[in-house]
């Protein structure tokens, strides 16, 4: 499981075939405010990917200057979606560097806790005036998934951790971070480790 913010952007780098808009006229989507408990008409884009079972929905939700997003799978056509109140947000200017965590229009500080439908936890996170330190990201179950370590105010990962059903450790990563490239190393349960991949185009998110 990879973070929601970052794994849209890296599904696009790595499927070519892809479409954001042809499609939508043979889609059924019911969008769920959980903010206003309301079903609402939001801009959306649909990343279909050609070497999966399936598709990539990603949602953009205007509130007052800012653009928030949330990212999911696309499981039919038929789709009901319940957008989340606690979202990722960037500002609404062109070319905007701004960015905020926001808990409906409230910007996220302290703890901030979301929730499935069912009433279990879908997130629980630290936050400092918008900017996150840790969060924590749960399936539906309500079994712990994976925890983000975030590297000083920005939305550079430090490490994470992710964790199975049982919410057993199942493998941790670290990260690097330099100004032109992130290390980024994979170690099992067992602290052996199994993976290491450099990302040579790394961008300062916090200017």
Known sequence: MKSVQTSIFLLIISFSC????????NLNLVFYDNCSNKIIEPEFEILYLTHTNYNLITIFKEINNWTLQYSTTLKTKNDTIRIPKILFASGNELHSKRWTYLNCEKVCD?????????????????????????????????????QYFYENLTLNYQRVVYYDENEDLEEYQTYENK??????????KNGKLTDKETEKIYIERNK
């Open 179 to 188: 100004k032109r490239k992130t290390i980024i190393k994979t170690f099992d």
């Open 18 to 25: 892809f479409s954001q808009n042809s499609g939508k006229e």
């Open 110 to 146: 302290g703890k901030e806790t979301d929730f499935y439908k069912n009433g279990n936890k879908r997130t629980d996170g630290t936050y400092s005036n918008g900017k996150p330190i840790e969060i924590k990201e749960y399936r539906k179950n309500g079994t712990l998934r994976a």
